[in-house]
């Protein structure tokens, strides 16, 4: 397999980097982790943001022109997001789930109304999605979602709630799986819906995470009535597209997630040149030399792992169960470099972003609290290991599972 851009994709990847260098925020430090004041300035600096790429015709690569996209190949759409996470990457959290899930699942699964409607708001930064699957009983275990959807005139009435909602705070629409038919099987009573997080009778209420930010969410829906059309699929559809939903969120990791990486790694081997211990540079110490090395080793596998997931992708496939494969790759790596990073810093690790002596502005202290959420997000470590097993290996099904399925 042949992991070299063609001289056309070169040629394309340097022309959005000089347009990249022109158009990033007035002041923006390239080579660290930039922060925002607020969740409010966060979201606003993304919308902005991805504006402005979408009129420089840099959103959406591999979508249709009639869509809002550029009709090119998922390989420029790599390339735009490999060189945005290792440059801006925080301009682009905000919108993880809607370009990660939302609009890859209506564009493989929606209406041509939905089409039409939410991919180029999406792409021009006009909508922030969030992803309402995880309830208080059912993370892991996802298809015992309770949130009931009735229909009622041309509606569903929706009551409930969901937990760990990402951005719910600062979305304007939220993919939604409920519950249609409690007499169904439960994996056959449920059902995909695009809902506004603006009706009325949603709450959302911040949680804190150990990071002290607050990127999740509950969210409670009493009687929220969600226009019939805004169904994707059949009624009792929802647990297919919910499966397709996660396959890409898990597959669009390793290509992102290496250039983010680079750029972490970079910083890595800035501080062990420039800190010493015993009076001698970090980077003399041989233990931490290995442990360079095996980040640089961890981020090379990653992007080949993704390149890999990729060249299938161009084929014209759907993402597969192999994409548990790159959310392990991309969430343990990431756990092993945050950890070393602290190692290095010693006992200046504890002093976290604000004090005036934090090594690289406490950037590592935020990225190693927040990469504990890694292994969990987008489904567990466990989780991930099990469908390898399953799907990959062809494994016997987890005990504990196939007990729960005869429950259903
Ligand atoms: C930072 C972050 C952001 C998130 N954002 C969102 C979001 O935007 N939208 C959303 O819907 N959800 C979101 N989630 C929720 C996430 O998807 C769930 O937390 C995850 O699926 C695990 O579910 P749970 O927390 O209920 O844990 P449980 O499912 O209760 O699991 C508890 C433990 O048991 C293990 N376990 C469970 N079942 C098995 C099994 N069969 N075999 C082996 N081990 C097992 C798990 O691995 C885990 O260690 C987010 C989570 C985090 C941490």
């Given at each position: 397999m042949d992991f070299r851009l063609t001289p056309a994709q070169e040629e394309f990847g340097k022309g959005f980097t000089a347009w990249l260098e022109k158009n990033l925020?007035?002041?923006?430090?390239?080579s660290r982790h930039n922060t925002f004041d607020s969740w409010e300035k966060e979201a606003e600096a993304h919308r902005r943001f991805n504006k402005r790429l979408f009129d420089a015709g840099y959103?959406?690569?591999?979508?249709p022109k009639e869509y809002?996209?550029?009709?090119?190949t998922l390989m420029e759409e790599v390339i735009v997001l490999e060189t945005l996470a290792s440059t801006c990457f925080e301009l682009k959290i905000a919108g993880i789930i809607t370009f990660g899930m939302a609009v890859p699942t209506i564009f493989v699964c929606g209406t041509e109304e939905q089409k039409r409607e939410f991919i180029s708001k999406a792409l021009d930064g006009s909508h922030i999605w969030c992803q309402g699957f995880s309830e208080p009983n059912a993370g892991?275990?996802?298809?015992?979602?309770?949130t009931r959807a009735v229909k009622e005139n041309g509606h569903y009435i929706v009551n409930g709630q969901k937990i760990w909602t990402s951005f719910a705070h600062i979305a304007d629409y939220c993919i939604l799986l409920v519950r249609?038919?409690?007499?169904?099987?439960k994996h056959k009573g449920l059902s995909y819906l695009l809902m506004d997080m603006k009706l009325p009778g949603i709450d959302v209420r911040p949680i804190t995470q150990i990071t002290g930010a607050s990127e999740f969410n509950e969210v409670f829906m009493e009687d929220v009535r969600v226009p019939a059309e805004m169904l994707v699929g059949r009624e009792g559809d929802g647990w297919r597209i919910a499966i397709t939903t996660l396959m890409f969120e898990r597959a669009v990791g390793d290509a992102v997630m290496g250039g983010l990486f680079v750029r972490n790694i970079r910083n890595m081997i800035h501080m062990a040149r420039h800190m010493k211990r015993s009076g001698r540079p970090i980077i003399q110490d041989p233990v931490f030399r290995q442990q360079l090395a095996q980040a640089y080793i961890d981020v090379k596998i990653l992007k080949s792992h993704g390149y890999r997931a990729l060249s299938q992708l161009l084929k014209g496939g759907l993402p597969g169960p192999e994409g548990s494969i790159s959310k392990l790759l991309w969430s343990e790596s990431n756990q092993r470099i945050c950890e070393r990073a602290l190692n290095m810093q010693g006992p200046s690790s504890q002093l976290m972003r604000g004090s005036p002596w934090a090594i690289q502005d406490g950037m590592w202290q935020h990225l190693f609290l927040r990469s504990k959420g890694n292994t969990i997000e987008a489904g567990t470590s466990e989780i991930q290991r099990n469908i390898i097993g399953e799907?990959?290996?062809?494994?016997?099904?987890?005990i504990s599972r196939v007990s729960r399925q005869k429950e259903i």
């Open positions: 925020p007035e002041n923006w430090d390239t959103a959406g690569m591999h979508y809002g996209g550029q009709g090119k892991s275990d996802v298809v015992n979602v309770s249609t038919d409690p007499k169904a099987p799907r990959v290996l062809g494994l016997p099904k987890d």
